[in-house]
């Protein structure tokens, strides 16, 4: 499969979480401006996706529950979203 499938494909699972979660949702969408309509369209996004990424990578708790649910290796998100549009972009300094 190719990477940015691959990371496509984690992101999906993340998103799902996400949707799933009625605490942190509501988070998401406030600091999106995403609708509960956009999350559908914006699954297909591989730069939705990205952001999705990147709202989860904000939080170690959050990054923890999700890779926990979706029983993924923690440091999976971080690499779907470097394989994203934009992901290569992040510098930490």
Same mark, same amino acid.
Request: glycine share 8%; with cysteine.
């Given at each position: 499969? @190719?990477r940015q499938?691959t990371?496509?494909?984690?992101? $999906?699972?993340?998103l799902?979480?996400?949707?799933?979660?009625?605490e942190? $949702?509501p988070?998401?969408?406030?600091?999106?401006?995403?609708?509960?309509?956009d999350?559908a369209?914006?699954?297909r996004?591989?730069?939705?996706l990205?952001?999705?990424l990147?709202?989860?990578l904000?939080?170690?708790?959050w990054?923890?529950a999700?890779?926990?649910t979706?029983a993924v290796p923690?440091?999976?998100?971080?690499?779907?979203r470097?394989?994203?549009?934009?992901?290569?972009?992040? @510098?930490?300094?």
């Amino acid at each position: 499969m @190719h990477r940015q499938e691959t990371a496509e494909t984690m992101a $999906l699972r993340a998103l799902s979480w996400l949707a799933g979660n009625e605490e942190l $949702l509501p988070v998401f969408l406030g600091s999106t401006g995403a609708s509960l309509g956009d999350l559908a369209t914006g699954a297909r996004d591989p730069a939705f996706l990205g952001a999705v990424l990147d709202f989860i990578l904000m939080d170690d708790v959050w990054v923890v529950a999700c890779c926990e649910t979706i029983a993924v290796p923690f440091d999976s998100l971080i690499q779907a979203r470097a394989a994203l549009p934009g992901g290569a972009e992040m @510098h930490w300094t």
